[in-house]
């Protein structure tokens, strides 16, 4: 699920201006580790290799950096994309969830 959220949000800061920043922050390492070629999972992986290519597109189009935190950890950012998750899960997101400038 890490991964796909990864995918959907590189997607989603594509259609940003060219040469804004991308700062990825996630608490999944395998996730990172993947899209960072630094490991793969041991069974060949559509996602994986998909991840890495819209990964890849992200660094040559903009200012694109990855950062790993720990979970639980009282990041905001990881709090508000483990509440979305979680609604998302119970079938309750609606544009309410998001704070109004979640993006700066």
């Keep these: 699920m890490e991964l ?3 995918c959907w949000g590189l997607i989603w800061a594509l259609h940003l201006p ?3 920043a991308i700062p990825l922050v996630s608490d999944s ?3 990172l580790d993947t899209i960072n070629l630094t490991a793969m ?3 060949g992986s559509d996602l994986a290799k998909l991840a890495t290519v819209i990964w890849d597109v992200a660094k040559q189009r903009a200012k694109a950096s990855n950062q790993h935190v720990y979970s639980h950890n009282l990041d905001p950012g ?3 994309a483990d509440n979305v998750a979680k609604a998302a899960a119970l079938g309750t997101v609606h544009d309410s969830v998001l704070p109004d400038l979640w993006v700066e």
Excluded: D, F, G, M
């Design 41 to 43: 999972p041991k069974r």
């Design 78 to 80: 990881n709090t508000l």
């Design 4 to 6: 796909l959220a990864i």
């Design 18 to 20: 060219e040469h804004v």
């Design 29 to 31: 390492k395998c996730s």
